[in-house]
């Protein structure tokens, strides 16, 4: 049997297209490859969203629809809602007795995160995701997990529970897994050209925005401010229009001329930003088709479906993981 | 329909003593009065004792006779175990974003737990117990809630989480609970007289320690150093005997003439653990004569039971708690 691939989508807003180029199109051929579970993280985007859950529904259901608009085909990719799992609650609390408190805090991933969030004091539940999310792994008994570079200590860490476990309990019962790297730009930039593509920063293109829009975000690309005149040279560093040429335009030679001749001088925006909207469209539209064939309602079923299975792959492995710590059954 | 009522006891070992005079009698007259839940708290137990699961197994067995033998009844009181009711990891996890890492680390509870144990650097499943047994607490919407004072930070946090959850998702459907303080001394000190009566210290007089075993631990008791001839004047205070004398003779008025005496000079050490250790004997010999009539098998059966019982009432809180908090099901 083939390995167990295991990704996850906040559910904070609709997937866009850092999103595409960072994990939709991996997912795309991992689906042939391996038994895929893609989790809709709802109890994960609670640890920063706990006070806005009518968004985190409305998500639910968008990124649902944006799986299937893309190619993912719930007959190869298993899809579930975290929270529909209720042993993953159950393994994140056996799990937190074997990690300390100074290991969290040491956490590079952590870290950065916290500096870019504005808690006042951090909130248990972000705090400790890590935690969470290494039950979510090995509940799932995933040996492949995709990630960006910056979240592999999450990786390292998921693989010390899982030896501490094993070792301490005599079992075999958890799988470590192995980072599975990004080889493509794994981060897009967003519009803005300071942050990556963020829903919460309001810099991305949407999977689902309408072509007008999309338009439009195109125009208000940053390019190079000192570049006025067609004839001037350009900068090409920084430049968000080359980023998503360099991550849609299907000629990665022709890029490279225009980069040339940008740098040189006597290539204008406009031009360029229009080569990349007819990239865009040609990617979107069959994208947004897709799309209006399914409805919320396809969307339930398929995420009822994928819950059930889930919830018996999860139901297997806590007992496993009962039996090796010897909890009792009263049930 | 009378309040509801939940203690719980660390199965690590057998109850004593400690526990009897602490907690045990309470129940017996709580029984009567509310609706009692009481819970073996397995799950608790693991934050520190995650390495020795077989003697928390025991425990849970040995703890349940304790409860028969001592009179509390299934009939009116709930028994249960942690670890059987999932419910409680979900809302641990939900409760989780609602408290800061910094609000459990200004908690005085956990502030002079710490002190008292030598973890290297404490386990994160230590750290946020309180969370956990805030929804202990909150699932069974228990509003009584019998502690000792040392342990009333905690409540007070289980009361900020309900208050904020309440607000924050507009919903009454968790309940602040109440202290109840223990009326007598809650805290028995152990025959070494330096701690108080503890399994781990093993200075403690188990509910099932054969009689002969009592008398000598009554004989090893603490009294006072300088107290060499029984015509020597005595020190009471910091004298083991005589706090058991407190907690178990059952005429106060000769234990106050003793004291005198003893404080005076003319009445022996001997003589005092004589009486005490018939106090005792009255005391466990029924206690031990009921714990014959039952065996581990009626244990199991009542813990079925009753963690059938509390399965159903948390089953129906955490949807409420689901419905509050807008989580959609997939089920």
Redesign the interface.
């Known amino acids: 049997m083939s390995a167990r691939i295991l990704t996850a989508d906040r559910p904070t807003g609709k997937l866009h297209l850092g999103h595409y180029v960072g994990s939709l199109t991996n997912r795309l051929s991992f689906q042939d490859q391996y038994q895929q579970y893609v989790m809709i993280a ?2 994960q985007a ?2 920063d969203y ?2 806005d ?2 968004l ?2 409305k998500s ?1 259901y968008e990124v649902g629809l944006d799986y299937l608009s893309v190619g993912l085909d719930p007959l190869k990719t298993t899809f ?2 975290q ?2 799992i ?2 993953l ?2 393994l ?3 799990f ?9 805090e040491r956490n590079p991933t952590i870290k950065a995160e916290l500096e870019q969030k504005s ?10 995701y890590p ?2 999310q290494a039950a979510d792994i090995t509940l799932f008994k995933a040996t492949l997990v995709p990630v960006g570079e910056d979240q592999q200590p999450l990786l390292e860490l998921t693989n010390e529970i899982v030896r501490k476990f094993n070792h ?2 005599q079992t075999g019962c958890l799988l470590e897994c192995q980072a599975v790297l990004n080889q493509r730009c794994s981060r897009l930039i967003g519009i803005c050209g300071q942050h990556k593509a963020s829903k919460s920063l309001g810099n991305a293109i949407f999977l689902s925005d309408p072509l007008p829009i999309v338009k439009e975000k195109v125009f208000q690309m940053y390019t190079d401010p000192n570049h006025i005149r067609v004839s001037d040279p350009g900068k090409v560093e920084g430049n968000v229009v080359f980023a998503y040429l360099d991550a849609f335009h299907p000629n990665s030679q022709e890029v490279v001329q225009w980069k040339q001749e940008y740098e040189k001088g006597g290539l204008g925006d406009v031009y360029l930003k229009n080569i990349l909207y007819k990239d865009l469209t040609d990617l979107l539209e069959p994208i947004q088709e897709r799309r209006q064939r399914f409805t919320v309602k396809d969307v ?1 079923e398929i ?2 479906q994928g ?1 059930s299975v889930a919830r018996t792959v999860a139901n297997t492995a806590i007992q496993e993981v ?1 039996q090796a ?7």
């Open positions: 709802d109890v609670l640890t706990w006070e859950p009518d985190i529904i639910i579930f809602v929270s529909q209720p042993q609650f159950e994140t609390t056996y937190s007795n074997l990690v300390s408190k100074s290991r969290l808690f006042g004091s951090v909130p248990m539940g972000f705090f400790s935690i969470s301490l309990y339930k995420l009822y819950c009962r710590m010897k909890i009792l059954s009263f049930e």
